[in-house]
């Protein structure tokens, strides 16, 4: 195992999902990483630990570089099991430890390991000397749990964002620079997991990371690296920042997607001829089938397009069931700055649209147009489907 120094002292000392898939619910076909931190100076200190089955493979990492039982402080950043599953068997070895969290933290972590640990609980502001190096600790709650908090080494410029800014892929390298763009590649493919990862999990937060990034530049943090706790470390962190900047304002590309399910195929029908119309009208679009794509996949694109157009069939005089879901999965995700539309087919009764269109204004989204069918389109419906395709191409550019 070779050593991985970010920084004189830091080390990272976490692990490697290659096999991770499936992340509750989120599917990551690149795999992932649990990343922890171990800082090197007079006091020693472990930041974050790794999911329950890493505990080895953390353990070996430090041991290569300190005795864990040498550490003094661990901080928790933290409470979700990925980050602080292996903290009982740390606290086993490093028995005179304390453990650092957040208010919110020490009450998670109490519920989670009853542990008779010595913790303390910081706040925005506190700072521990570590020697050489001082923490100062920035809670960011709701960034992405009531618990959250990063860490910032003063000295090194270097910010420990715990789940902020990360990724879920697992590679070889550890640095951007070295993982993004491997030769042979055009993709960035971190930059691209970055994006999934925001859609999936930091949507909604935008207004308050926003906040939070303002806040940064009033506390005078320069942050010269960013260690995320899933993913690639940010050797240049101006990269990730503006994308979040850019994501959080609901800034997006001149593009359209279409997303729907279908019983029938009359749905279906009117789905690829809306994206004829938008497509034809030089907006480029892409097509989700909900029971042929993954709703994680999915969600990077609402990110990344100005207009969602969501089209169900109806069932029971409501919407079909995969098309509910993932609106529930959506709304709760809040997008925002979308142009939204909607489409759909029915029998005997309609009911499939108006069910699309409730649960979107009852989240705050205004739909500005809706299509229904009655079963087949015919040559007249197919002309509204794709006028209503190069309607929305039309706003989409302006
Ligand atoms: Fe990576 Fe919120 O846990």
């Known amino acids: 195992m070779s050593k991985v120094e970010l920084i004189d002292g830091v080390y990272w000392v976490g692990a490697v999902d290659w096999n991770l898939r499936d992340f509750h619910g989120y599917t990551t076909p690149r795999g992932g990483t649990y990343n922890a931190y171990l800082i090197i100076d007079e006091k020693i200190a472990l930041i974050d630990t ?224 809306i994206i004829k119309g938008v497509s034809e009208s030089g907006v480029e679009a892409s097509l989700f089938h909900l029971r042929r794509n993954e709703w994680s996949e999915i969600m990077k694109e609402v990110l990344e397009s100005r207009a969602v157009i969501i089209g169900s069939p109806t069932l029971h005089n409501d919407l079909f069931p995969t098309v509910g879901g993932f609106l529930v999965y959506l709304t709760g995700l809040r997008p925002k700055n979308k142009i939204w539309a909607t489409f759909g087919s029915y029998g005997w009764a309609g009911g499939g649209v108006k069910g699309i269109n409730d649960k979107l204004k009852s989240a705050g989204n205004e739909p500005v147009e809706s299509l229904e069918v009655r079963f087949r389109p015919d040559e007249m419906d197919l002309a509204n489907c794709y006028a209503m395709g190069q309607r929305i191409a039309s706003q989409v550019k302006a």
């Open 50 to 273: 790794v999911k329950k089955a890493f505990s080895g493979e953390m353990l070996a990492r430090i041991s290569e570089i300190i005795d864990p039982s040498k550490i003094d402080y661990v901080v928790s950043n933290h409470v979700e099991i990925d980050h602080s599953g292996s903290l009982p068997d740390i606290m086993e070895i490093a028995r005179n430890a304390q453990v650092i969290t957040s208010e919110k933290g020490k009450e998670g972590l109490l519920r989670y390991y009853r542990g008779n640990w010595n913790l303390r609980t910081v706040k925005t502001g506190d700072e521990l000397e570590l020697g050489k190096k001082t923490l100062f600790f920035i809670n960011a709650a709701m960034l992405h749990w009531p618990d959250s908090m990063s860490t910032y080494i003063k000295e090194d410029k270097l910010l420990l964002s715990n789940d902020l800014f990360g990724q879920h892929i697992a590679s070889s390298f550890r640095f951007e620079e070295d993982a993004c763009c491997p030769p042979g590649y055009e993709r960035d493919v971190v930059m691209e997991e970055a994006a999934k990862y925001y859609a999936n999990i930091f949507m909604q937060f935008g207004a308050l990371i926003l906040k939070k990034i303002e806040e940064f530049q009033k506390l005078g943090i320069q942050i010269k690296m960013i260690g995320p706790s899933h993913g690639i470390i940010w050797k240049n962190p101006e990269k990730i920042i503006d994308a979040y900047v850019n994501w959080a304002k609901g800034i997006s590309a001149q593009k359209a997607v279409v997303i729907y399910d279908t019983m029938w195929e009359s749905t279906e029908i009117m789905a690829k001829e």
